[in-house]
């Protein structure tokens, strides 16, 4: 189970960060990845880290801005957003993600809202 929190309302230039509780594996053994679902649109791949999270990969428009980590200590993956825009305005989700396509693999948690204000 992947639990999502940390969304809020911000305005454009402002910080949040995003967490991701997993329970239920064992967070070592996986790839974890952010995804983001705007209204109207798909969703979309945002960023993810590997198992021992020495590598991270970022979608080209959160580049410089987002950075993505992980603490085995509370099995906890984290996504500090910075310099935020409208456009990242979404609904982000964590998922189990298969490392090089950038798909998920596996279910969705309930998402957090993220809002950001011209």
């Known amino acids: 189970q992947l639990v999502e929190s940390g969304g809020g309302l911000v305005q454009t230039g402002g910080s949040l960060r995003l967490a991701c509780v997993v329970s239920?594996?064992?967070?070592?053994?996986?790839?974890i990845g952010w995804f983001r679902q705007a209204p109207g649109k798909e969703r979309e791949f945002v960023s993810a880290?590997?198992?021992?999270?020495?590598?991270?990969y970022y979608a080209d428009s959160v580049k410089g801005r987002f950075t993505i980590s992980r603490d085995y200590t509370n099995d906890t993956v984290y996504l500090q957003m910075s310099s935020l825009e409208p456009e990242d305005t979404a609904i982000y989700y964590c998922?189990?993600?298969?490392?090089?396509?950038?798909?998920?693999?596996?279910?969705w948690g309930q998402g957090t809202q993220v809002t950001v204000s011209s």
């Open positions: 998922a189990v993600v298969n490392w090089g396509s950038w798909s998920p693999a596996g279910s």
């Open positions: 880290i590997n198992w021992n999270g020495l590598n991270t």
């Open positions: 239920g594996f064992t967070l070592d053994d996986y790839a």
